[in-house]
């Protein structure tokens, strides 16, 4: 069970941070990479065909601007895809969201809200959960404390 954490640049690194952190919290190995779909195509490529072979299960990618990280990820391989729309500065986001979650009928990315790393993350624990009762139970563990939080939450 292992999940890889691709960014287009290292400028995501603060946005996709939540994505390991909450893996971290669930106990799943991750993977953390910078390639960029235009600027290292072909690095790219080798790593997201080899990704089923070395034990990966879901990738989740998050890129800005014209955001077509996710999608090439996507052509490459049949493993799920969680995109990322990462805030960028001229569009605030628009770009990198609509750039993902319009992706062509046949290749399909799961896409998150811009900035969405955190649940990019809990998506990919609800997936490794299906047949998995110990994961089911954090989850479920997970969302009890979430809950209780805002009941005690006082204003
Ligand atoms: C995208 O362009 C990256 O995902 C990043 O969000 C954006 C800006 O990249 P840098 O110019 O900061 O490397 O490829």
Redesign the pocket.
């Given at each position: 069970m292992k999940v890889a954490i691709i960014?287009?640049?290292a400028?995501?690194k603060d946005v996709m941070a939540p994505a390991w952190e909450t893996l971290e919290e669930f106990g799943i190995p991750f993977e953390k990479k910078v390639l960029?779909a235009h600027r290292n195509p072909g690095p790219l490529a080798d790593y997201v065909r080899a990704a089923r072979d070395n034990g990966f299960d879901i990738i989740i990618a998050g890129?800005?601007?014209a955001?077509h990280?996710p999608g090439v990820i996507a052509a490459y391989t049949t493993l799920p895809v969680i995109g990322v729309p990462?805030k960028?500065k001229a569009l605030n986001g628009l770009d990198s969201l609509l750039s993902i979650v319009q992706m062509p009928s046949g290749i399909p990315v799961a896409t998150m809200a811009i900035d969405g790393a955190k649940n990019a993350a809990l998506m990919a624990v609800t997936i490794l959960a299906l047949g998995n009762p110990t994961l089911t139970e954090r989850i479920e563990e997970f969302r009890r404390k979430q809950s209780e939080k805002i009941l005690n939450t006082t204003i």
């Open positions: 960014m287009g640049s400028s995501d960029s890129a800005g601007g955001a990280l990462v960028s």
